[in-house]
């Protein structure tokens, strides 16, 4: 049978570990709300050129996309010993055609820089200088398998690096200091990524395998649903004190507590009864609570401002 082509196999890659279509909403949301929140915090009018804001969410959308692949460098012996469902220990795709998929990229996102913002190179250079670190586990990859908190800690910050970025595309290209109110989004933003590494990594017992880390086998389903519960609170807390730092008021808060509730509901119905689908409406949950947070503390408020 003849091997599919590189494109055929890729597209299906994608779809399995890094769906663009999903992230791609997420990532743009994500880059246009940190844009926002940053021009109301320091009372800016108006939105960035709007050629700047695609491509500040190609950068961002890109550098996502390798972080998923050095995850298949830092994860390859795992993966061929536990779990060889996945595309590159089922022979999809291998680590050879991703190490030039990612030399793609980074070859497009310096061009990016070169032709739309050269003065953003040295963020760039800071994320990608982090991505690399953890593409190697910062050199302590046993200790971090031994203390999860801090395995966490040390992935997320990746997050609010490129929030760091994406924001800066703003404030830092008009030549202004950064607006107080960003690190509250910044943690906001840490938080976000806890909520969804916690959140995929929910389990039923028979859904266990050996050799897969899980938040489930590591506290037991019930205790890992209480710890995703109390973060997504916590995360609505600094969510709460970021939009009140913008001035947003009482229809921020009503907003985020009605969504607080829904996603909080497929938890609920987990602890009730311990079910896959129950634990699988709790990554969506997750995703749900990022995108609605993102949306209303600096996408809506700027759509408003936009458009009224």
């Not at 906001?188 to 017992?205: D, Y």
């Not at 609505?236 to 004190?241: A, M, N």
């Not at 497929?266 to 129950?278: D, I, N, T, V, W």
Request: overall charge positive; proline content about 3%.
């Amino acid at each position: 049978m003849t091997r599919r082509s590189f494109i055929t196999r890729f597209y299906v890659y994608q779809q399995e570990r890094f769906p663009f279509l999903a992230h791609g909403i997420l990532i743009a949301t994500f880059s246009f709300s940190a844009i926002s929140y940053s021009r109301i915090c320091r009372g800016a009018a108006g939105f960035i050129d709007m050629k700047n804001y695609l491509a500040t969410v190609f950068i961002t959308f890109s550098l996502f996309l390798l972080v998923r692949i050095f995850d298949e460098f830092k994860d390859a012996k795992d993966d061929a010993m536990y779990r060889s469902e996945l595309p590159v220990p089922r022979g999809l795709v291998n680590l050879s055609e991703l190490a030039v998929v990612g030399a793609f990229v980074v070859v497009f996102q310096i061009g990016v820089h070169i032709v739309f913002f050269p003065a953003m190179f040295g963020f760039y250079a800071l994320v990608l200088g982090y991505l690399l670190l953890m593409g190697k586990e910062f050199f302590i990859a046993e200790w971090l398998k031994r203390h999860q908190f801090w395995y966490v800690v040390s992935h997320m910050l990746i997050i609010p690096l490129i929030d760091v970025y994406a924001s800066g595309v703003d404030w830092f290209l008009a030549n202004a200091a950064a607006p107080k109110g960003l690190l509250l989004f910044f943690i906001v933003s840490f938080m976000n990524g806890v909520v969804l590494e916690i959140g995929r990594k929910i389990r039923t017992p028979e859904q266990e395998k050996k050799g897969v880390v899980t938040y489930s086998a590591l506290l037991g389903a019930e205790k890992a649903t209480w710890l995703w519960l109390a973060m997504l609170v916590f995360t609505f807390i600094w969510s709460i004190l970021a939009s009140f730092f913008a001035g947003y008021g009482q229809v921020a808060f009503i907003v985020l507590a009605v969504v607080l509730v829904i996603c909080a509901l497929p938890a609920l119905f987990f602890l009730r009864k311990k079910e896959a689908k129950s634990a699988k409406m709790i990554e969506y949950a997750s995703a749900l609570w990022t995108v609605a947070m993102y949306f209303t503390l600096g996408a809506a408020p700027m759509l408003l401002r936009l458009f009224a």
